[in-house]
């Protein structure tokens, strides 16, 4: 990080990351925590491992829900563990995405499409595969490593003001500038915007999709907050800050995805050919007639959360009194918010298993609960699987109906704790 970024970074502590205003109030505070794609290997069980503040507080200004930087980009996603293409249903969601794009954009061969945090190539494969022209942009190179064998080209880089001209000097501007949840995922959040004004072509088109805080809130989905998600957006809020660098929203959609999340749609100020949808204008007044511009609605949300914690301790304590046993499926980041928040180590969870063999034979942060192979539960045949991914219970019960054949049952805690039989 050069030293600017350092001098910058010291001024702002404290501050909101759009507006600047002090951050005084809290949303919701999860105590300490480690990284959450942070996993330890064997031999790191015996070393220290770093804790930090997990406590998201809302600006009083411009209503952004965020957590302060209490660790640097550059050390969370320069060599990361999440591979996109692990989960089958957000390869089928990317797909349907460059269907609709390239037919709601006319995106052709002349066209240029940019992904920010392209990961390892999930989502452009399917442009490259219509033969449009496709550059990612990812921070992390051992991911970036995986769409370039994949022959997808990526720029290894931050993203923000400077990337962007450097593309633009290199001739690349977007006709379709894309990024899915990534701005939630920034500190420099001014700078990553101006930096998408920068890079769009004048007619160009700028979606993005983040989990949206309305569905955060009314679904209490706090194990979607962690060290990774530096911002929690409504609607409303990220309408001021696209505004603010000289962006206009014009189109939204709701999605399922993450447990509810916002694809927006955007484009210069100046571009008067997309006219604003009435997506727009409902969604703005349904968050205003919920609250979302009043200081007051932020503060119920974290006794809402300590009531969710301590219904799962009664669920799994009462449980493993009747000598069941209990494991988890998946090593989400939302998993490790959960079981560090609520204190779920392996006396609650013998282990639990990944599909993706970058996790396996590894441990969770924090709790130090192992990481197997899905085939580990054909044969220990647990009593109860807890399904930490939530936002993808479905495919996971169907890929693992196989428990009830000796009357495992499944437990997903969020909302509130439900058992599938």
């Not at 999440?82 to 995405?97: E, G, I, V």
């Not at 994949?150 to 977007?174: L, M, S, Y």
Request: proline share 5%; aromatic share 12%; hydrophobic share 35%.
């Amino acid at each position: 990080m050069n030293n600017q970024k350092i001098a910058d970074r010291q001024q702002t502590i404290g501050k909101c990351l759009f507006c600047g205003t002090g951050l005084h109030h809290t949303f919701v505070d999860l105590g300490m925590s480690p990284p959450c794609e942070s996993y330890r290997s064997p031999k790191q069980l015996n070393e220290m491992e770093p804790f930090y503040p997990l406590h998201a507080y809302v600006c009083e200004k411009c209503f952004l829900v965020q957590l302060q930087e209490y660790i640097t980009p550059e050390n969370i996603f320069s060599d990361y563990a999440y591979f996109s293409s692990y989960s089958d249903s957000w390869l089928r969601h990317a797909k349907n995405y460059v269907d609709m794009a390239v037919k709601r954009f006319q995106l052709t061969e002349q066209s240029q499409v940019i992904e920010i945090a392209s990961n390892d190539g999930y989502l452009l494969q399917y442009f490259v595969a219509k033969g449009i022209p496709a550059l990612g942009i990812e921070p992390a190179a051992n991911i970036a490593e995986v769409a370039i064998k994949k022959g997808i080209p990526t720029v290894v880089k931050f993203f923000g003001v400077e990337t962007a001209q450097e593309q633009v000097t290199k001739g690349k501007r977007a006709d379709l500038l894309l990024g899915n949840n990534v701005l939630a995922h920034t500190p420099y959040l001014n700078d990553f915007v101006k930096g998408m004004k920068i890079i769009l072509k004048p007619q160009g088109v700028i979606t993005m999709e983040f989990p949206h805080l309305m569905r955060l809130i009314e679904e209490n989905q706090f194990d979607t907050i962690y060290h990774e998600h530096f911002s929690y957006f409504s609607f409303i809020t990220v309408e001021n800050i696209f505004a603010h660098h000289g962006l206009k929203i014009f189109d939204v959609e709701e999605l399922s995805t993450h447990g509810g999340s916002l694809r927006i749609y955007a484009r210069h100020t100046e571009d008067y050919s997309k006219p604003v949808s009435q997506q727009v204008v409902e969604l703005k007044a349904r968050e205003e007639v919920a609250g979302f511009t009043q200081l007051e609605y932020y503060f119920s949300f974290g006794e809402k959360v300590k009531e969710t914690k301590r219904k799962l301790l009664d669920f799994l304590i009462k449980v493993k009194r009747e000598g069941k046993s209990i494991v988890g499926y998946g090593a989400p980041g939302k998993g490790n918010t959960l079981l560090n928040y609520c204190g779920i180590r392996t006396d609650f969870l013998d282990y639990t298993v990944d599909r993706s063999p970058y996790k396996q034979g590894l441990f969770l942060p924090g709790t130090h609960i192992p990481i197997f192979h899905p085939d580990k539960i054909q044969e220990t045949q647990p009593d109860y699987v807890l399904i930490l991914p939530w936002n993808l219970q479905d495919e996971i019960m169907a890929q693992m109906s196989y428990i009830r054949d000796w009357g495992g049952k499944f437990v997903v805690p969020i909302p509130e704790v439900k058992v599938y039989s």
